[in-house]
């Protein structure tokens, strides 16, 4: 496997291991595809719970050749779609030359154009240094707190499916502010550098969140 693949598989391994459910469907095709032996099947299934299950997998999977990491992600498409798509934009970010960082003059011309490619108004009183920004965990907890039935429109407008929202749900069955924060979280994770403040507020604004909302989150 490529050290790269193997690096990313090791990073998300407890993650991985919690929202994987390594049923027949990912094991019997990796099995199939000859990544997993018919003795590596057996180990695997012979794990007491699905956790083990996984971490048994994710163990394996890095000894199974070039090709290992590619099946992986296809056995993951029709179950675990998110999981994939997660996968895949954690190693486009790594493999991507980072970004220089935004100083001084770079900021301001950057929020110009910004402002010039979306044409509502976003800043709400949110400073333009922030705009580009990823949101941080705390910026999103307290979102999440003040968001009310909207929080589902927003999430939508952010790219997750309805099934997305269902597992949040599911998760949290009695927790909406968790629902929300697992929700926006997800969006997070799944777009990296994309998902910025100025995105955020854009689907905010299209759920007609009232400003000051939005300057109580992020100023």
């Known amino acids: 496997m490529d050290p790269k693949h193997k690096k990313l598989l090791r990073s998300l391994r407890l993650h991985l291991a919690d929202e994987l459910l390594v049923g027949d469907t ?11 032996t018919q003795s590596q099947l057996e180990d695997i299934q012979s794990e007491s719970s699905n956790r083990d299950k996984a ?16 099946h992986f992600i296809s056995s993951l498409e029709k179950e675990f779609p ?12 790594e493999e991507s030359d980072p970004p220089p960082p ?31 920004t990823v949101p941080t965990t705390q910026h999103l907890n307290r979102l999440a707190e003040y968001l009310g039935p909207e929080w589902k429109s927003v999430l939508l407008d952010l790219g997750l499916s309805s099934a997305d929202l269902y ?29 910025t403040v100025q995105r955020l507020l854009q689907s905010l604004q299209t759920a ?5 909302v939005l300057q109580q989150v992020f100023m």
């Not at 990912?26 to 997993?36: A, D, F, R, W």
């Not at 971490?55 to 590619?70: E, M, N, Q, Y």
């Not at 007609?208 to 000051?212: E, I, K, Q």
């Open 167 to 195: 597992r949040c749900c599911a998760d949290h069955p009695f927790a909406v502010q968790s629902q929300v924060l697992t929700g926006l979280v997800m969006w997070t994770q799944r777009n990296g550098r994309k998902a």
């Open 208 to 212: 007609d969140v009232p400003p000051s």
């Open 55 to 70: 971490l048994k997998l994710l163990d394996i999977l890095p000894t199974r050749g070039v090709s290992a990491f590619h």
């Open 82 to 93: 998110w999981i994939k798509d997660t996968l895949l934009q954690k190693l486009s970010e």
């Open 102 to 132: 935004f100083t001084g003059d770079a900021v301001v011309y950057m929020c110009e154009r910004a402002r010039e490619r979306y044409p509502i108004e976003i800043q709400c009183g949110v400073p333009d240094h922030i705009l580009l």
């Open 26 to 36: 990912i094991v019997q095709y990796l099995y199939q595809e000859e990544i997993l």
